[in-house]
C-alpha cells in the first residue's frame, strides 16, 4: 500500500528509514543486500512500510534498525552506540530509495523490484553530489527501455507469454500489449489481474508499472 505523508511526516520517514539503513549496514555491519530483504519482509519492516504511526514515528532510525535486529537475530546490540558525523552512501541509498516512492507512486516494498539495489548504489556517483530529479530523470529513462513487471515475474516464473495466456485464461494478445506497454495494464479488468498474478505467484500491485513521469 502507497501512503501519501504531507511533506513534514515524509521527511520523518525518509530520514528514518536512512539512518536505519546506514546503522544497519555500517554499525552492525549487515551485508545491504542482506539487510534490505530481510527488513522489507520482517515485523517491523512491514509495519514501517504499511506507515504504522509507531514504526515510523514512534522510534528514530537507529532504534528501528535495533529492533529489527532483535526481531531478526532474537538478540540485543550491545556495542556502543556512536552517531556518525558523516553520511555514507549506504545513508543516501535510504535516502534515494524514499525519494523513488514518492517520485513514482510506489510502496517502499516495491523498489527493489523494480530497481535493482547493486545498480542504485552505484549511482552514488555522481548523482549524490546533484539535484534528485537528475536521478529520478535518470531512473525514469531506464524504466522506459526495460521489461515490465509483467514480463519480469513471467521469466522468473519460466513461463512463454502463451502459457501465461493458457494457465490464466487472460488472452495472448492482451499480455502481449501489456508487455509491449501498448497497454496500461494498471487499466486491465481485475479478474485478469487477479488471475495472472495466481499463475505468477505474486501481488496484483507487483504487476502494475510505476509512472515515470517526473513531477
Not at 130 to 142: P, R
Request: proline share 3%; hydrophobic share 40%; aromatic share 14%.
Amino acid at each position: 500500500m502507497m501512503f501519501e505523508y504531507p511533506k513534514s511526516d515524509f521527511d520523518v520517514f525518509q530520514r528514518h528509514f536512512a539512518e536505519a539503513m546506514e546503522f544497519a549496514i555500517v554499525d552492525i555491519q549487515l551485508d545491504f543486500d542482506t539487510f534490505i530483504p530481510l527488513f522489507l519482509t520482517s515485523q517491523i519492516g512491514q509495519d514501517f512500510v504499511s506507515g504504522s504511526p509507531y514504526a515510523v514515528f514512534g522510534m528514530s532510525g537507529i532504534e528501528l534498525a535495533l529492533r529489527f535486529y532483535h526481531e531478526i537475530y532474537g538478540a540485543y546490540w550491545s556495542d556502543e552506540i556512536q552517531v556518525q558525523d558523516t553520511r555514507s552512501e549506504f545513508y543516501w541509498l535510504g535516502w534515494m530509495m524514499c525519494e523513488i516512492t514518492r517520485w513514482f507512486s510506489i510502496s517502499l516494498d516495491r523498489v527493489p523490484q523494480i530497481f535493482p539495489m547493486e545498480a542504485l548504489l552505484e549511482m552514488y556517483h555522481p548523482f549524490h553530489e546533484m539535484d534528485t530529479s537528475s536521478m529520478m530523470l535518470s531512473l525514469s529513462e531506464k524504466l522506459r527501455s526495460s521489461e515490465t513487471q509483467l514480463a519480469k515475474f513471467r521469466h522468473h516464473c519460466h513461463l512463454t507469454q502463451e502459457q501465461l495466456a493458457q494457465q490464466s485464461g487472460v488472452h495472448l494478445r492482451s499480455i502481449q500489449m501489456y508487455e509491449q506497454r501498448h497497454n496500461d495494464i494498471s487499466k486491465a479488468q481485475g479478474i485478469s489481474l487477479s488471475r495472472m498474478s495466481k499463475v505468477l505467484h505474486c501481488r496484483i500491485e507487483d504487476l502494475l508499472e510505476p509512472k515515470v513521469e517526473i513531477q
